[in-house]
């Protein structure tokens, strides 16, 4: 009896959560790959002492006369295109395996500031370039993920042109666009947003040397995605994306795999 009840109480839930005929129909939908694929031209941070490595454990043909091939691979978590977890700035923010899937999965915006990036390659977006954002597309809601589009992955995998620099073993002279303090503080502490993503290699430009936004974004456990590729594909609003890390236990970040999902 027991049992029927807890059957029945599971069809209710079942049915009103997944209707019939509310299964997207992916013929109407468009999907753009926003991740850097993993191999030896990976840009990495230059103070990284290792990147990423794969080696082969298999490949051929076996004994038994079919094919089969295996790797394993070895990997610093921030390099690529990659998610920095709250932990990475704050001691107490959540880890990789922590941050909930409400903020890798989301409605995103896509702030261009490309012109400017072209003019400065040290700049910053600023609290103004979000608010005229809001006032051509309307304000960013609370849960959003938010994509700052700078036009850098078109440098990718050239490091010196992507980070400015590309002595390895020294950081001190990077040059990069991306989020200004005054902008993460709108979008972090007063707009409620998901996570803060950029086609550049860090959340903050490549000349900060007190990682302020990474700090921001950390203390109010929004999670950053960098290094995301495809920006240009996607539409000011409108996109879902679909942002998912390797869920590494305890990890203060790891590989990414973000697609963007256009109606
Ligand atoms: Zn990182």
Redesign the pocket.
Known sequence: MRMLATIAVLLVVSTSVTPRGQVPDSSKFRVVDLSHAYGPSTVFWPTAETKFKLEKLASGKTPAGYFYSANTFCTP??GGT???APV?FSEKGRTADQVPLEQLVAQAVVIDVTARANADRDYRATRDDVLQFEKAHGMIAKGTIVLLRTGWSRHWPNAKAYLGDDTPGDASKLSFPSYGVDAARLLVEERGVAALGVDTA?IDYGRSTDFDVHRIAAARNVP?F?NLTNLDLLPSRGALVVALPMKIEGGS?GPLRAIAILP
């Open positions: 978590e921030h990659h998610l920095d990475h860090s950053g960098e970040g």
